[in-house]
Structure formats: C-alpha cells, structure tokens
C-alpha cells in the first residue's frame, strides 16, 4: 500500500508516528512517502543558502523529515541527537568545532564510513569563501552538513538527502516537490507582497491574511516550481495521500502551488485526506477552515475530491465549514484527535492515524456482512512474501467474526488456505463463543465452516464442505469430462501431475504456467475439452483453469446477499476486482444497490482495512 504525505518540517510528526505504529511497524507492504518543499530561508537555513549564492534550497524540512523517520525507525540512534546539535562560535573556529562533533558521533557509530562522508560535507562548505564571515550563533551543525552535500552533489538537495539517508541506514523517502533554488514570497489581500520567507511564518496580520504565493530566484526573477517526476509518479502510485497539518502558506501550499501538481492530483486514483490544524498558525491568523478551503479548491484540488479531517477540540474557526467551503469537498469529519495531554498545536499520533482510516475506509464500514477474497487479498499468494502482513489479517479475520458478519470467497481450493488464528492474539474461550467462519472456495460454488483455531479436517487432509451452493457448476460425476477423466488426459498430454489440481470437483487449475507456456497449454486443454460444456479460462498470472461457465465467485455473494435474512448491506474486498475471479462481482456490485467493493492492490490495504473496522466495531460495542 503506498501512502504519500504532503508535509512541512514539524506539522506531520504526529501523523507521521500514528501511521507508522498503526501500520508499518507491525506490518509488511507498506510504503510511506514524505513530499516537502524547501524554501525555508530564516535563521541558518537562509544563511547556508547565503554561504552558497543562493544555488542550493533550504535544507531545514528535509533535515526534519530524516529525523522523524529516523527516530521513528531507530529511537536510540546517536545521529538523532547529532541532527539537532546546535553550536555558537566564531567564524575563525567554526571548522574545528564541526568536526569535534562529527569526531564525537564517530566514537558512537560502528562504521566510519558516513563520518567520513560529514567530513568531505564539512569541508566542502567551509571552502565557500562566505563562510567565514559568518556569525554563528545558535547555528544548526546538520544545515552545514547538507548545505556541503548539496554543493558537491551539483547544488541538489535532493541527491543530499539520498546521500544522508544511506549514511543513517534509513529508506531514502523524503522527496522535493522541486529540486529548484527559489525563494518564497506571498501576496496579501489587499495586495502587498512580502518577499522573506521568514517574515511569511510570522505574519500575525489577521486583518489582511495572505491570498497567494510567488516565486523568485537568486536573481529576483520571477520563477515557478514545477512538480518533480520523483513527487508526481509518488501521487499516481498512491493508495492515499494525506494533507498534514502544519503552516498552510509557508509550508504546504507553496508545494501545491508547483506546475504540475494539479494535474497529477487530478490523474491520481489516490483518496485525499486533509487534516485541518487544530489552531490558527501565525501565517493564517484571521482565516478559518472555510477560508483555506477556499483557497485550496478549485484551485488546486477538483471540488469533491477533499476528506477534510478536523478535531473535536480544535479552535472554533476549525470546528465547521461554512456552506460554500462545504460544498466544495467530498466530505467533512469531526473526530477526537487529541486529549487532555496534547499539546494546543498538535494531534494524538494513535487517534490521528485511526481516524484517517476511518476517513478512508468510511464508504466500506457500515456493512451488514464482510466478504473477503483470499489469494493476493487476505494472504500474499507467494506466501513466503508480507509475512507479519498475512498473519495480521489471519488474527484480524478471526477477531472481526466474534464482532460482526465475516466470510471468505476464494478460487482456491479450501485445503490451500489458512485461516487459523494465533491462540496468544485471538484466544480459544473468544472464538468458541462465535460463529465458525464461512469460506465459500473452490470458485465460490462449495461452502464451508471453518473453526478459526483447529479446522476439522478429514483422515485425507482435506476439509468437509457442508454444501454446494451451485450444483450446475460442478464437473460430470463420470465420463470423459469428469475430474478424474481430464487429469489423466492432461497427463497424457505432458502436463506434470503435481501442475494439476482439482478444486472441489469444480475447478481442474493448472499452475504454474509460465507466460511463454500458456498459448500451447490453453490450446492443448480446449482440445480436451472440446464437445463439452467446459470452458478454459486464465486466472491470475499463473493459472489456467477448466470449469464451467456458471463457475463465478458471484454465486457466493448472490447467496450471502439477503435484505431478508438481515444482509442489505454487503462490502466485498478484492485484488481482482476490474480483471481476474473478483471481476464478476465488481460487476455485480454496479448492478446491485447496497454491494460495495473494496479493491486492495496487496493483503497490507485490507490489513488497514481489517484494523480500522475492528477499533471501529469495537467502539461501538463499548457505547
């Protein structure tokens, strides 16, 4: 699942830990991407891009960013005090005292291999002949360091940024809106234009808030970022991207506002979640929630593409929107997002990351029954790959279905799943007291009921189904087309016994078949086939598979599918849902009012999925 978080430097450290605990630290298959902007120019970010002639941005938010994945990733690394080593000094020993400190992380660190690195940085900068005039007081180590990387990396602050990520051992995921050198001006209301950076952070003027922003460059031209291809194929890959909190005009909109982002919002599939900051900063006082809104959409944002996320406890400016700001967005959500103990300008990091998904996930919760598929959706189909990912969601399933209606639909056969819990997350005394869960396999057309801890399985290995629920869709019980008939016939014809299998008498699956094999084995399997009524058909990218045409997936969903029996409300997730064995049902969920189908790329989606409406039945169980 890839997720992109458009930040600034501080605003998103709470939503950056609520995500990484709620997901990546527990699961596999998840890919988070920060997208910053670096025109920050106050204090000794704007004097490192001073030293440099204005060639290089500010590499203060990107510095930021590292860190909050470092710590996030490395609570106890040595380079987390290192990044926020601040010194004052003359210029004359402003050198010595650089690499004091880097001597000192050297003493703490295994390899001297990135030292090393620091000290070229170190070096390259204090070559600038700007740098020793310099006052350096209160002066930030690290802005030297990747000031001295981007000057020997062709001035890029990007290729700084991959350069310390590997020197920490974190993933290099910190990317620029734009690699360009320009300054950030803003434009008032009443029209006047502030050029400093610096000076836009600390506007405080409620009576004439900012309305735009501009761009110059080193020479006071006039400029426009353009949307790096790195950040645009990030936002085309997303699953979600999350607006985080933080300063809108110094921070955030600035990134929006590069050529190109528009349209690459537009082009993505992605969900868009903007959390909306619990309290005016300094560069909007006098702007409500309404008001940014505003700002944002058309502008940059198509109108009812925006989730807006806001918090209970927030300023009143914060707590509704006015009715053309609310027209404007695809849906506005108050929830708790902070307690007693969080401070006034942040969020909590475990309700800001649950209530993001619940956002997300909000069109797919408020089902009578849950549907899922197995294969690529529940577990990864190489299960050797997303491990802790196919165990959550074993556990997740097992704990949804002592909550509410759950059940399995797979082409598989039964026996190649497994759908049983860990006693030490899901005990037995807990499952007992519930419904068995109902797994509809071998093409959908076989039901069974499946104790979630010890299946009960028969003396030849495999489970009992307790019925088929499409009879018309089995194999001939005898004759030339029946299961055992068409095995030998594949045989005969050179196919490896251990490539077939028979899947409830209603599915003979051949894999895996190679993608240079699977012209010559389909036409040799339509020759088999041919006089009957079977049909051979290719299933995911490996499997070919002989059944009838009545075998579908759908049957199973048609059958749980009952307004009568209290089922009105179904959601089905899927990896196959647009090709493949899900299609059918996607499908049928256009036809039919009340199926909603969830499509996941990888089990680590539904695993998100599967978290968030656990804490959501089990909240309303609590109340």
């Known amino acids: 699942m890839n997720i992109v978080i458009f930040a600034g430097g501080t605003g998103s450290i709470s939503l950056q830990r609520g995500m990484y605990r709620a997901l990546e630290a527990c699961l596999d298959g998840i890919d988070t ?24 941005l500010g590499p203060s938010d990107v510095r ?17 005090d290192f990044l926020g080593r601040r010194f004052s000094c003359d210029a004359a020993v402003a050198f010595d005292t650089c690499i004091g400190e880097v001597n000192k992380l050297a003493g703490k660190l295994d390899s001297q ?85 610096g000076d836009i952070v600390a506007w405080s003027n409620e009576h004439d808030p900012f309305a735009d922003v501009f761009f110059i460059d080193a020479a006071g031209k006039d400029a426009h970022p353009e949307l790096c291809v790195e950040a645009w194929k990030a936002i085309l890959d997303a699953d979600l991207v999350i607006l985080s909190s933080g300063t809108p005009w110094s921070s955030l909109i600035p990134t929006y506002a590069s050529i190109g982002f528009r349209e690459a919002i537009a082009q993505s599939k992605a969900a868009v979640v903007m959390i909306m900051n619990r309290c005016p900063d300094k560069d909007s006082l006098g702007q409500s929630g309404s008001d940014l809104i505003e700002v944002l959409v058309p502008k940059y944002f198509d109108p009812g593409r925006l989730h807006v996320l806001a918090d209970r406890n927030s300023h009143p400016d914060f707590l509704q929107l006015a009715t053309s700001a609310r027209d404007k967005v695809a849906s506005f959500t108050l929830s708790e997002l902070s307690s007693v103990e969080t401070p006034t300008h942040q969020h909590d990091p475990a309700k800001l990351a649950h209530a993001v998904g619940s956002v997300y996930f909000a069109d797919y919760m408020r089902s009578d029954i849950f549907v899922f598929d197995y294969d690529d959706t529940l577990c990864s189909r190489e299960r050797s790959q997303l491990q802790r990912t196919n165990r959550a969601n074993v556990n997740g399933i097992a704990c949804l279905n002592a909550l509410t209606k759950v059940a399995i639909c797979t082409g598989n056969s039964v026996s190649a799943i497994d759908l049983r819990a860990d006693t ?22 076989n039901e069974y009921l499946i104790h979630a801890v010890t299946p009960r399985r028969d003396d030849n290995g495999d489970l009992n189904p307790e019925r088929c629920i499409s009879p018309d869709a089995l194999l001939p019980a005898d004759g030339p087309y029946s299961a055992p008939a068409l095995v030998s016939a594949l045989e005969r014809v050179g196919i490896p016994r251990e490539m077939i299998s028979i899947r409830g008498n209603a599915i003979i699956a051949i894999r895996p078949v190679e993608r240079r094999d699977r012209a010559a084995v389909i036409g040799l399997a339509r020759r088999i086939v041919n ?34 029996r209290g089922h009105a409300r179904m959601t089905y997730v899927g990896d196959e849902l647009e090709c493949g064995n899900d299609q059918d049902i996607g499908d049928l969920s256009r036809e039919t009012s009340g199926i909603k189908c969830l499509h996941v790329r990888s089990p680590a989606k539904t695993a998100y999925f599967i978290r968030t409406l656990t804490s959501h039945l089990n909240g309303h169980a609590r109340g």
């Open 424 to 445: 030490d997350v899901v005990t037995v005394e807990q499952l007992n007291g519930h419904a068995k869960l109902h797994v509809f396999a071998d093409g959908g057309v």
């Open 33 to 56: 991407k920060i997208i910053v902007n670096a025109y920050d120019n106050g204090l000794s970010t704007g004097t490192v891009r001073a030293v440099m002639g204005g060639r290089i």
């Open 64 to 80: 930021k960013n590292q860190a909050t994945r470092l710590s996030l990733l490395k609570p106890g690394s040595p380079w987390l």
């Open 531 to 564: 006089g009957s009524d079977l049909q051979v058909r290719e299933v995911g990218t490996t499997t070919i598979e002989i059944c009838k045409p009545a075998l579908s997936k759908s049957v199973a969903v048609k059958h749980l599918f009952s307004p009568a």
């Open 113 to 197: 291999g990135p030292c090393e690195v620091l000290t070229h940085a170190i070096e390259t900068y204090f070559s600038f002949p700007a740098a020793g005039t310099v006052k350096y007081d209160d002066f930030s180590l690290a802005n030297i360091i990747y000031a001295g990387l981007c000057a020997s990396h062709d001035f890029s602050l990007r290729n700084a940024a991959k350069v310390m990520a590997a020197a920490m051992g974190i993933p290099d995921n910190v990317l620029l809106n734009d690699d360009a050198p320009l300054y950030l001006g803003a434009i008032t209301k009443a029209g006047r234009r502030v050029y400093d950076e």
